[in-house]
């Protein structure tokens, strides 16, 4: 080895002159100066540009997506029992929780929003043209796996929103010809929403759809360095070959500042408009109206237009037929021309279907709000959360609880307890407060409500309700005091 | 217009430090240091709330809810014998909780102030029981017996019965639950 010539750069040769100190160290056995060159001397075409920060905001966010995750992951339980449970834990108890809680729900919304204008931007610009297909094909899985995400991790508090708004997307799935049912109870491990469906949900969210993000991130960054940037649609590529600019410091500067941009819009969000939690899932609600989140809105409006035996063409094939135009723009589009005013046929069609996404998303909120009773229902929807987030956080009793095997040996046994159950099940406080009390979107639920309240001031409210009640619908039930006893034992007995 | 654009950009050989105009070199230390500078803040910054969350559980209060009601103070002032009670403890362990329901005794001491005694036996744990025909406690167990205040009277226990922290709280009897250690001749609290 001794005899060997000196090379420019012997990595390992312990006699060399180079400089000492511990970057030089560091560099000798991992070569990191090489990598962060490789890193930040990449050259732009056309120089640095604000347009381009859309992909490093959305690698950004994916960051922040994994690492709130992983904190929210140390409390959440996923089982029906629990999650809700744990979400409410999170968000009302732990310290930040809500906080942490928010920024991961509206990093999803921020990431579908960078997602789009990321893929128009890399449209406009005819970025995918020139041997990019792969990039571009890396690009919209990319898209669908967020979409998943977006998907999966909506169900996972269990509330009544995301309960009803995964049941009815399950069963968008189903209608699919021949294997939708299948389809259906693969995804929901069995026919209805249960347990099962939480927990393969959680495993979607949190372990295969990330690995698969994970690979096609890698992908998508890999053929992006092997392709280089495009630069932006020009007359001139010439000119602009001639004046590149190396990735670092400007267009390092820009993506930062727009990571921090996104970093004070995600905070003030979760600060200021915390994210809400809604009474836990109660299956047996039929008053419910489901709502999914607002980037499903526009499929969620479109797929109201086809229903009965053409529902498949709304379903799959015009779907089908979009997704097959965007994944294989690359690869039937082989002009070279990348000025978006020269390609007036592929802007034209990109902009007429994202207007009609974003005009059937507006359809959608519109026609709610123009229907009174749904916009009603819609309002006690929102109410009834807003009441949930008020309460204190209640915990869950363990099974095996004094109390809990108390609740359970009660009863009908005690002929007060029974009678008051009679008086609430047949003067229609079950209409609203639902079975045994258990609540609804029309009304409070009653369990515990006997701890909350001492008897006398609950009577009083059954006979005389405050303002708030009466606005919800609530009567005035003139009980004599002998029934008003047992109702008040039955309510009592609810916990 | 045949571009040449459309075709991958060949890498470049790497440029070094070296060819950089002066300028040029200190724009970029100054990049780099205002970057490493407000990361760092920012970082940090973005860290508190995680590290809260993380922690959250070690300054949370103690998973015990401290005091359970014995009951308005006075019916207790007449007592002539000991009353056996069930008392509820609440043991939350996060987001759960668990109630689980405790044998005492409320009695009197020496010196006739009350005395909350917990049925364990100090020997080997078992439910002491009160025999009123006895006028004394006694383990169904092994047979310790005990005198109506808890003192230690005969079998294998080492010491008397366990008292229990008491308050008045509102005129209100309160007890605190706690466990002791067996088998050892001094009380000792294990939680």
Not at chain 1, 98 to 124: D, P
Not at chain 1, 153 to 170: K, N
Not at chain 1, 398 to 421: D, F, H, M, V, W
């Amino acid at each position: 080895m001794s005899d060997s010539p000196v090379t420019a750069k012997p990595p390992m040769d312990i006699q060399s002159k180079e400089p000492q100190g511990v970057s030089n160290w560091l560099d000798e056995r991992t070569g990191w100066k090489e990598m962060m060159h490789e890193f930040l001397d990449e050259r732009i075409p056309g120089g640095a540009r604000w347009s381009y920060v859309f992909g490093s905001g959305l690698l950004f966010i994916l960051l922040s997506q994994v690492v709130t995750g992983i904190f929210l992951a140390m409390y959440y339980v996923p089982s029906a029992d629990h999650a809700h449970t744990t979400i409410a834990y999170i968000i009302k108890v732990v310290s930040d929780g809500a906080f942490l809680r928010s920024v991961h729900s509206y990093g999803a919304s921020i990431m579908v929003i960078l997602l789009v204008v990321h893929m128009t931007q890399t449209f406009l610009f005819g970025a995918y043209k020139g041997k990019r297909e792969l990039l571009w094909v890396a690009g919209c899985i990319l898209f669908a796996l967020v979409l998943g995400m977006a998907f999966t991790g909506y169900l996972l508090p269990w509330d009544e929103r995301s309960y009803f708004a995964t049941a009815v997307g399950t069963n968008v799935i189903s209608e699919v010809p021949v294997v939708g049912q299948w389809l259906k109870l693969v995804l929901r491990g069995g026919a209805g929403m249960g347990t099962l469906t939480i927990s393969r949900f959680f495993v979607a969210h949190v372990f295969l759809l990330p690995a698969a993000l994970l690979i096609f991130v890698g992908a998508h960054l890999f053929l992006f360095r092997r392709s280089g940037p495009a630069g932006p649609p020009s007359a001139d590529p010439v000119a602009l070959k001639a004046k590149t600019e190396r990735f670092y410091p400007k267009q390092l500067l820009m993506d930062s500042a727009f990571a921090l941009l996104l970093i004070v819009i995600l905070a003030l969000l979760a600060h200021f408009v915390p994210k809400a939690l809604g009474p836990k899932a109660n299956p047996a609600d039929t008053q419910f109206i489901p709502r999914p989140e607002w980037y499903y809105r526009p499929i969620f409006q479109w797929l109201k237009y086809w229903e009965g035996p053409l529902a498949v063409i709304g379903i799959l094939v015009v779907p089908g037929i979009l997704t097959v135009l965007l994944v294989g723009l690359p690869f039937y589009d082989r002009r070279p021309e990348r000025r978006p005013g020269k390609r007036p046929i592929a802007v034209g069609i990109y902009s007429v279907v994202l207007l009609a996404l974003i005009a059937l998303g507006i359809v959608s909120y519109h026609v709610d709000h123009a229907d009174p009773s749904v916009a009603a229902q819609l309002a006690r929807q929102e109410e009834a959360e807003k009441e949930f987030m008020r309460q204190p956080f209640q915990p869950e009793m363990a099974a095996g609880s004094a109390s809990a095997a108390a609740a359970a040996a009660s009863g009908s046994e005690n002929p007060l307890i029974a009678k008051g159950k009679q008086i609430f099940e047949s003067n229609g406080c079950v209409a609203c407060h639902g079975a045994g009390g258990v609540g609804t979107a029309m009304a409070i639920k009653l369990i515990g409500v006997g701890q909350k309240l001492p008897p006398d001031k609950l009577a009083d409210l059954i006979r005389h309700p405050n303002a708030r009640m009466k606005a919800g619908g609530m009567p005035a039930f003139p009980f004599s005091d002998e029934d008003m006893k047992a109702l008040i034992a039955y309510l009592d007995s609810l916990k | 217009m045949e571009n040449q654009d459309n075709q991958p950009t060949i890498p470049q050989p790497l440029v070094s430090e070296e060819s950089l105009s002066p300028e040029e070199r200190a724009r970029r230390r100054f990049v780099g240091w205002l970057l490493g500078i407000v990361g760092a803040v920012v970082g940090v910054l973005l860290c508190i709330p995680l590290v809260r969350m993380a922690l959250y559980p070690l300054f949370a209060k103690s998973g015990r809810a401290g005091w359970s009601d014995l009951g308005d103070a006075n019916q207790y002032a007449s007592l002539s014998t000991p009353e056996r009670r069930v008392i509820q403890i609440q043991d939350v362990d996060g987001w759960r909780q668990t109630i689980s329901e405790k044998v005492v005794y409320v009695t009197k001491g020496p010196n006739g102030k009350l005395r909350v005694l917990t049925a364990v036996c100090p020997h080997l744990g078992c439910e002491v029981a009160w025999d009123s025909s006895l006028n004394k406690f006694k383990c169904p167990c092994h047979g310790g017996t005990f005198a109506p205040d808890g003192k230690y009277l005969s079998g294998p226990p080492p010491r008397g019965m366990d008292t229990l922290p008491v308050d008045i709280q509102n005129g209100r009897l309160m007890v605190r639950y706690e466990y002791f250690r067996n088998l050892v001749p001094n009380k000792e609290v294990i939680g």
